[in-house]
């Protein structure tokens, strides 16, 4: 994970704001994740896997999108 400088007066507001970006997407995200698993009767049954490798991806992708807007935000 990335770490900021406690010399850096942007730095709580950087964080700030990304963790709010991530927040928002993880909830988004795992609402239509969580909400295909309707779908798993009729279209995924030949797809054992999918609610473990979706289910799985939700951390992995709130943690990548902390790492993308931390460093967007950080260059700006």
């Known amino acids: 994970m990335t770490e900021y400088d406690v010399s850096d ?3 709580v507001p950087i964080t ?3 963790v ?3 927040f928002v997407f993880i909830v988004v995200y795992s609402f239509f994740i969580i909400g295909s698993y309707m779908f ?3 279209y995924f049954v030949e797809y054992i896997w999918y609610p473990l490798f979706t289910t799985a991806s939700i951390p992995i992708v709130g943690l ?3 790492l993308i807007s931390f ?3 950080q260059h700006k």
């Open 71 to 73: 460093k967007a935000l």
């Open 40 to 42: 798993i009767p009729s």
């Open 9 to 11: 007066e942007r730095a």
């Open 16 to 18: 700030h704001k990304t």
């Open 20 to 22: 709010s970006i991530a």
């Open 64 to 66: 990548l999108t902390y």
